[in-house]
């Protein structure tokens, strides 16, 4: 059985940092990609990064490029969201995700990780 969990979230001051995990187990090797995405309160869930298991240049979401950065460590299991330069607005739950294949869409969710940024 397949999951993800998260971890690193916390409360930061803006012009801050803070790094997330998330932890994939059980039938890893079935991933194409993983993901992050965040929900903000009171607005729907949006795309944040993601990464190929295989290689290729990672995806970022416009609002994000430059100040995060998504990696993995294959032999760990492992991807992480490094976040620098938060602003309030990115404030959210953080969840990690993962998919199959390029055309498939993200199956596999973690449990969410709160990340707030004050002002």
């Known amino acids: 059985q397949v999951r993800l969990v998260e971890s690193g979230g916390g409360l930061v001051q803006a012009g801050g940092s803070l790094r997330l995990s998330c932890f994939a187990s059980g039938g890893t090797s079935i991933f194409y990609a993983m993901g992050w995405f965040r929900q903000p309160p009171g607005t729907e869930r949006e795309f944040v990064a993601a990464?190929?298991?295989?290689?290729?240049?990672?995806d970022y979401a416009d609002s994000v490029k430059g100040r995060f950065t998504i990696a993995r460590d294959n032999a760990k299991n492992t991807v992480y969201l490094q976040m620098n330069s938060l602003k309030p607005e990115d404030t959210a739950v953080y969840y990690c995700?993962?998919?199959?294949?390029?055309?498939?869409?993200?199956?596999?969710w973690g449990q969410g990780a709160q990340v707030t940024v004050s002002s």
């Open positions: 995700a993962a998919r199959q294949s390029s055309s498939a869409g993200y199956q596999y």
């Open positions: 990464i190929a298991y295989t290689g290729g240049s990672p």
